[in-house]
């Protein structure tokens, strides 16, 4: 978010270890715009979710505690119209406030539409407190 692909490949190349783990995964210490997205695809395509606790209960293998089920009951009014199950996403765009971060590439690149700015693309919640960054907003949100 608000990074341009020079400044990110910058300073993956200027990183005390990724040059190395570049070279050991694709054969060369340099880092570019096609070896960085062939490094996204293996990444995205290894991330695999389908043995949460949610998981779980959806099979009937698991049960929510009373707390869980609370906090369930509150994602399914308050989160589950953008974060829709069992992927936790809707696959839409939505203005999600930061308009100061907005993401300008959608409205500039894709649509050409002013009524796009500001929306990013819904995440999905799965493996959400992995990520630090929504770990951190869930952290703050939900105290």
Known sequence: MAETMAHLIEKL??????????????GSDSIYTQ???????QYVGSVVSASA??????QGKAS???????GYAIFKTQ????H????????????????NFSE???????????????KFRVPSLRNVMQTIVYARWAFCYYK
């Open 13 to 26: 190349n200027n990183h005390a270890e990724y040059p190395a783990l570049f070279e050991k995964a694709f």
């Open 35 to 41: 070896v960085l997205f062939y490094a996204f695809s």
């Open 53 to 58: 606790k949610y998981d779980k209960v959806k």
């Open 64 to 70: 929510f505690t009373q707390k869980e089920q609370a």
């Open 79 to 82: 989160c589950n119209t953008c």
């Open 84 to 99: 829709t199950e069992p992927l936790f996403t809707n696959y839409s765009y939505k203005n999600n406030g930061l308009d």
């Open 104 to 118: 300008r590439f959608r409205q500039r690149q894709v649509l050409l539409s002013p009524a796009d700015e500001g």
